[in-house]
């Protein structure tokens, strides 16, 4: 009785203090047994201390909003709910506070003067600037707090985001460029951190210059790695969002959320290709990419075709594009979804109907073919070349059947078990000026990746590059290099770490006509930067050979090749050889066969300036521990040549060892070095038809170029035999 004569009287408190005491507290109370565990006086005191203290802060104006907002049984958020904000507002009567998220009604960035509309939305300093547009119309009321949450996705990395508001609102995110692009204004905030993978970032803005209207915002980012963010097409549904406080009336309707519809352009369900017997027909269903497609259509025909822009950027597991030849234009394409093992993304070429175009051991593109957009789908760059036609970011993708010309980098891969089949590359870099050597024909990263049937024209810098990349097949391509104002310089390449790669069935052509005019002379089929453990087989050069360069360069193998050079015509040729460089090592080279060149064998010790990984320079070997078998040379002006350009007989080169050769047919000194040699061995070798009457030329040093030879035979060389 005791206890329910006291809580009547709590009762009477709780009505003398109707407008400003808090039922929702007391149920608390009353639920955790406060008034079950103190004694009733002790319980009176505590609750007339309690209304005391809230009819004193009562007095404030603002106090009363708060309390309002906190005791009345309402949907509304506090500030801490939401994440930031100030909690001094000054709230009057009749008022009241709201938040309301907004998604963006546009969102998508600019990379140079092209935008991109993608499922992604990038930053990257002096390159890529993002742009997101929020209807902040149906606000009625002064904006208090804002808030912009982005989710880090397919790109982490780090340094300063700094958000502006943008001078106008006068785009939409499928034709954003640089012309109608609004310009930065005011900064509203920033923040300076590392954003990984699926992290939810939280940045507070200025709300000075935010009103009630259609509002961009514009995103830049520096001063470390660039990222990405999902874009609201994401299939993720973790898009931008605006997180706005505002003063309300209190009387007046809320913001209601808007319908969700699907996005425009989301991939829907696709279905099979209608039949046609006069072709080759897919296998699985997919979608469908024309020149004249849309990212607001649902790409299950080709009348309803997707743009290759939302191909790339939208694709995901399982799917199948079918792309439609055509000249697509000066684009850039992002291919930013992974595949899997078992559903690998597939974007396949085709010329009138899916599966029409297929290349069987080799391109279907052939040296002096020209480029043809009505035969294969065509991506065209505009001079200067600059930028990359594709980037592959993710994993399991597979590119079929696509010409890629007149950028600085045709192909730019970071996903592992990439397959790239009949892709042509052409015109990569600076195709005017020999002094640059930039362009890039193929650039790979990621580990298994497979380069089939593919043809790289006109790379001036690198054709085909694995750089750092493992357990790679490049097969049956083509590397060809015909500019004579600025060849070629690598070929196919395999350097910073790559190893277990193996590089089989391909050809690499070089016109040597340019020779005289050219300050470098090429190089073929070159390890380099502790390029370790690969394999080289069944390939052919032209006016090119074979590299190994710097001490990490070890354990690679290279067999059953063809070195064909044209010494006897244009007598400048250097490159058709071997060419063992400053401390490569243990590398081994079997059935090799060499034919008119100027040396079929040169060790050289050279200081370039250049600093591979780890330091690995080392300039003053030639190389050493190589082995040569069955190697076959027919007409070549000297043999061997062991040459330091800067410290000679400091530099070394020790115990290369040329077993079961055969070498005819050379005109000149057979050996020559300024070098100091060891170890050259030569065991069950022919020598036939040396013109000179020289075996060596020790350049003065008659001590510096001891040979070895065991169990050889000499038919009619000049020199005395030794």
Known sequence: MQFIENRNAFVEYTLFFDNIVIPKLLVQLFSLNLLMKNSPTKIIRLIILLFILIFNISCS??????????????????????????????????????????????????????????????????????YLMFDLSPVNGEITDAVLQLSIDSDEGDGNISVYKGISSDWVEENLTSSNAPQPETELGSVNKSYKLGALEKL?????????????????????????????????????????????????????????????????????????????????????????GKATNDGLSEATSWSIQHAFSNAKAGDVVYIKAGNYGNIELFADNSGTSSNPIQFIGYTNIPGDLVSNESSTFNYEDQLDASKMPLINGISPNTGVGLTIQEGFTEIHNLQITDYQYGIISHGKNVTLKNIITNNNGEQNNNNVQGGRGFHIYGDFSLIENCFSLNSNGEAINLKGANNCIVRNTQVYSDNLINMGGYYIAVTFGGSNNIIEGCTLYRDPSGDNNLPHQGHGFIMKDQATNNIVRNCKTYNTGIEVNFSGVHSNTFENIEINGNYSTYNTQYSSCITINN????????????????????????????????????????????????????????????????IGWAATSADNVFQDCVFKNVSSIPFSTNMSTTGTKFINSNFENFLSGVLKNSNGN??????????????????QIP
């Open 61 to 130: 104006k603002d106090s009363d909003l708060l309390l309002d907002s906190v005791l009345n049984d309402s949907d509304e958020k506090s500030l801490e709910d939401r994440g930031g904000g100030n909690g001094n507002i000054s709230v009057e009567e009749g008022f009241v506070l709201r938040t309301f998220t907004f998604s963006p009604t546009n969102d998508a960035y600019l990379q140079d003067t092209q935008g991109y509309d993608q499922h992604i939305v990038r930053l990257q300093e002096d390159l890529r600037t993002s």
């Open 702 to 719: 008659p001590n510096a170029l001891p040979i070895e030879f065991e169990n050889c035979n000499f038919i009619n060389v000049g020199f």
């Open 583 to 646: 401390g490569a090592h243990h590398n081994t080279f079997n059935n090799i066969t060499i034919k008119d060149t100027r040396y079929p064998v040169v060790f050289i010790d050279f200081d370039d300036g250049y600093v591979g990984p780890g330091g690995d320079r080392d300039e003053n070997q030639g190389g050493h521990d190589n082995v040569f078998i069955n190697m076959n040379v027919d007409q070549a002006n000297s043999l061997i040549l062991f040459n330091s350009k800067e």
């Open 204 to 292: 507070p803005l200025n709300v000075s210059q935010l009103q009630a209207e259609k509002t961009t915002l514009v995103l830049k980012h520096s001063q470390g790695n660039d990222l990405a963010f999902a874009s609201k097409e994401n299939s993720n549904n973790k898009g931008p969002k605006l997180v706005v406080t505002y003063i309300a009336p209190e009387d007046s309707p809320e913001i209601e959320e808007e319908s969700n519809p699907q996005q425009e352009g989301t991939p829907t369900t696709p279905v099979p290709p209608a039949p046609t017997p006069e072709a080759n027909q897919p296998i699985v269903a997919g979608y469908y990419v024309t020149v004249n």
